[in-house]
């Protein structure tokens, strides 16, 4: 229903996101669900494109949508943004802070500890609460305008909360890549062939440095800020913990484990426990940074020629370890894809004991020159990912073996085949590999996919030992019969199970795509093809100039999915799903008569209140009718709406009708007869 005051819902919607990410952002605490959430949002994106004139660049609808640079602009930080010196061992910190307490010639009264977060170090200025420049380090003096690209970044607030705002601030802070994020984009590299990140911190550096903001959107970034630069009006503080406090309240991310230590003894026992914790962390920390709190004293300290002496950076020491690969295994994925690993002989680096490490695919163990019974530098850059660095070549024997692929998948014997082109390896066993069955299970039923609760590796596992599926198909026909008597399984989690399987039998087609995993297909393309096409037959119908024309679909995506399409073993499960009563379709709306507009073609100008392009589009298509995209003798009318183009006067030309939006909305309840006549 369409509100009564369009501009007051908007303002009240804005508000109630900002309010939704500091809960989630800042204060990691969300207040609503992912779908609550996502239904504010998408109410605002409605009524934005029902009333454009309502559009603020401040709105968290604008985040992605500028288009692609082809330069970044030079920016000229208003106070110079220093690095920091490091140091490299607990002597050295202990001499920053005698050298502190010399220049003073006192001690100082308090100390500010922070994680050093391995990042990329950005500038964000505030006007009036409103972020109009985001920019990166560059050499300190200069640097380049990122503005479109860090707008991306959900956790960098556009607009400030609070009263007191003031009226210039720049705000510094570090961008960086989650590692799971991080881990996620690597496999996705390796799996399309492409080139690895060899960090985190070279993967958040390479994501905000796109060209085109759109990509950097795809990336996950995040932000800590952890310093005020250049500052005109607002409030005053006396010391760096006080305005971490006031960023914190502004929205801003400040990392929680920042803590206040009143002196060195204290200094030293936060780094000794940030050190035993780094692992801990969902995102890489190399070291913590130690400033002087108040804000007095380090104006007393001041600079030397390349960093604040009130600041410090503590490096943990570096965690490399070698170790034996014993040999190199290999994965089948969801996809099919093989993927080889190193199985290493028992090696404790960075805080965990390391057995196994992703090669990722058959070109990078080539490119290291990995071979079995090499000694090999194991680096464990995060929480989750060891990594194997390179090999030892002195400390060879001759023994070692050169790693080949192998010909048969280890799992179910089928062929593994690599594609020309391709640097993925492909078992062809399909959904006959236990292996690839088990992972496309996983996802099938995962949450961005059917979400079918309680179907995680435990019970798929259970279900795959016992015979009892072959393909995600068949979890549609288990029966109660099938489980009650498995080990563990009772009345309750039966019941259970098997409610969750028919609930899912109604997911929206958006989530169907998703679950199909169709390669390249993702949570964000899917409903794009979801809200086009509202049945999976159209979707695997549609020709790859049809997909392609799409808006957010690339030649890529659309030959991606014709080859799904026309793969036979896809055609089978989606044969097989719908036999098992699973939509595959979106709803239709409500008393439709699905050839009302059978024979109509229209063609859209301009902008309509009550309709986006896309929502017009569905809507005439759901009648029978079809929408072109430029006007011609065939067209039977063009529908004009707010600032119509020149489509409108080429109508007239051709004495084509022209329908107002009232006009258009008696031809979607009526059909045909309410043309005008002629
Ligand atoms: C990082 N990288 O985490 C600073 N940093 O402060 C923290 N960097 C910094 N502070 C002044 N937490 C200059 C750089």
Redesign the pocket.
């Known amino acids: 229903m369409a509100p009564a005051d369009p501009a007051a819902r908007a303002v009240e919607l804005r508000s109630l996101l900002r309010h939704h990410d500091y809960r989630y952002y800042v204060l990691d605490d969300p207040e609503a669900s992912d779908a609550q959430y996502d239904a504010l949002k998408r109410e605002l994106v409605a009524l934005e494109e029902a009333h454009p004139e309502l559009i603020t660049p401040d709105s968290p609808t604008q985040r992605v949508g500028a288009p692609p640079a082809v330069q970044f602009a030079a920016v000229s930080h208003r106070e110079r ?4 010196d490091n140091a490299m061992a607990a002597e050295e910190l202990d001499a920053w802070v005698a050298r502190v307490e010399r220049a003073l010639g006192r001690p100082a009264a308090g100390f500010a500890c ?6 990329l ?1 950005v500038s964000l200025t505030y006007e009036r609460g409103r972020l109009v420049v985001g920019a990166t380090r560059g050499d300190g003096a200069v640097g380049e305008d990122i503005t479109a690209n860090l707008r991306t970044i959900g956790a960098i607030p556009l607009a400030l909360l609070g009263d007191d705002l003031p009226e210039v601030m720049e705000v ?3 961008v960086y890549m989650p590692l799971a994020a991080f881990e996620e984009l690597n496999r996705a590299q390796a799996e399309a062939g492409e080139r690895l990140f060899v960090n985190p911190r070279n993967a958040a550096a390479g994501a905000v440095r796109q060209k085109d903001p759109a990509i950097t959107a795809t990336r996950r970034l995040s932000i ?1 800020v ?2 005020i630069g250049f500052q005109r009006g607002g409030p005053a503080f006396a010391g760096h913990g006080e305005s971490l406090a006031w960023l914190r309240s502004a929205g801003f991310p400040v ?1 929680p484990t ?1 803590r206040h230590c009143n002196d060195p003894t204290a200094v030293r026992d936060y780094v000794q426990r940030a050190e035993a914790a780094r692992h801990d962390f969902p995102y890489q ?1 190399d ?1 913590v ?1 130690v ?1 002087v709190d108040s804000l007095a004293e380090q104006r007393e300290l001041g600079f030397t020629a390349r ?2 002496r009130w ?1 410090v ?1 503590y490096k943990f020491p570096p965690e490399e370890e070698t170790t034996r690969l014993l040999a190199i295994a290999v994965n089948v994925g969801r996809t099919g894809a093989v993927t080889p690993y190193a199985v290493l002989e028992p090696v404790f680096v960075g805080g965990a004991t390391i057995t196994n490490a992703t090669l990722h695919n058959q070109d990078e163990v080539a490119r290291k020159d990995l071979r079995v019974g090499d000694t090999v530098i194991i680096r464990r850059a995060g929480e989750v990912i060891p990594e194997v660095v390179g090999p030892v070549p002195s400390l060879r024997t001759g023994a070692e073996k050169v790693w080949q692929m192998p010909e048969e998948c280890p799992f179910c014997g089928s062929p593994i085949v690599r594609r020309p082109g391709e640097a993925v390896a492909r078992c062809t066993g399909g959904f006959a590999c236990p292996s690839r069955l088990r992972e496309y299970l996983a996802h099938f039923a995962g949450r961005g996919g059917m979400d079918i609760e309680g179907l995680g590796y435990k019970t798929i596992d259970m279900l795959l030992r016992e015979g009892l599926i072959a393909d995600p198909a068949d979890l549609f026909s288990l029966g109660k019969d099938d489980l009650i008597s498995r080990e563990r399984w009772g009345e309750v989690s039966v019941g259970n199970l098997l409610a969750a399987i028919d609930g899912a039998r109604d997911r929206p087609l958006a989530r169907v795509l998703t679950a199909l995993g169709i390669p390249l297909v993702g949570g964000t393309v899917a409903r794009v093809l979801a809200r086009r096409f509202r049945r999976l037959d159209a979707v695997l119908a549609a020709s790859e100039e049809e997909l392609s024309a799409i808006d957010g679909i690339g030649p890529e995506i659309a030959g991606s999915l014709r080859a799904w399409a026309e793969d036979p073993d896809n055609r089978r499960l989606v044969a097989k799903l719908e036999a098992a009563g699973v939509r595959l379709a979106d709803p239709e709306e409500e008393g439709v008569d699905r050839s009302r507009l059978a024979g109509v073609t229209l063609v859209i100008t301009g902008t309509l209140a009550g309709f986006s392009r896309e929502q017009a589009r569905v809507a005439v298509e759901d009648r029978g009718g079809k929408v072109a995209g430029s006007v011609s003798k065939k067209t039977t009318a063009v529908v004009v709406g707010e600032s119509p183009g020149s489509k409108a006067q080429k109508a007239q030309e051709l004495g084509v009708p022209l329908l107002d939006e009232a006009a258009f909305v008696r031809l979607l309840a009526e059909g045909p007869a309410a043309l005008p006549a002629g």
């Open positions: 943004m220093f690095s920091l922070e994680p050093k977060i391995d990042g170090a510094r802070g570090e800590w952890y310093q990392n920042s920390t070291g940074v400033k960093s604040p600041a950076a």
